[in-house]
Nanobody, 123 residues
Framework: QVQLVESGGGLVQAGGSLRLSCTGS????????MGWFRQAPGKEREFVSA????????YYTGSVKGRFTISRDNAKNTVYLQMNSLKPEDTAIYYC????????????????WGQGTQVTVSS
């Protein structure tokens, strides 16, 4: 059974930083691309970032480019999302997921999801 567990969320002031982690089990983690999505209250889930299985390719939505960095450690079955210069509009529940198809930016390309971690950025 595949499990993804996110951690690292919390409350931070605008301009601050957080590092999210997502640890997986039940699959050969290193075989799959991984992604981060987020969902704010009253809004649809949106793509944030993704990383290929070997870390050679990364993807970012425009609003986080230059502020967020995705990385992974396959030996630890963990993917990270370093979030800097946080803004109130980054407030959302952040989910990690395993991608088995293209395109990496589409939620439909992901088969397994974590339970999410709350990120709240105060102004």
């Amino acid at each position: 059974q595949v499990q993804l567990v996110e951690s690292g969320g919390g409350l931070v002031q605008a301009g601050g930083s957080l590092r999210l982690s997502c640890t997986g089990s039940g699959r050969t983690f290193s075989n799959y691309a991984m992604g981060w999505f987020r969902q704010a209250p009253g809004k649809e889930r949106e793509f944030v970032s993704a990383i290929s299985a070997s870390s050679t390719t990364t993807y970012y939505t425009g609003s986080v480019k230059g502020r967020f960095t995705i990385s992974r450690d396959n030996a630890k079955n963990t993917v990270y999302l370093q979030m800097n210069s946080l803004k109130p509009e980054d407030t959302a529940i952040y989910y990690c997921a395993i991608s088995t198809r293209l395109p990496r930016t589409a939620g439909s390309s992901y088969d397994y999801w974590g339970q999410g971690t709350q990120v709240t950025v105060s102004s």
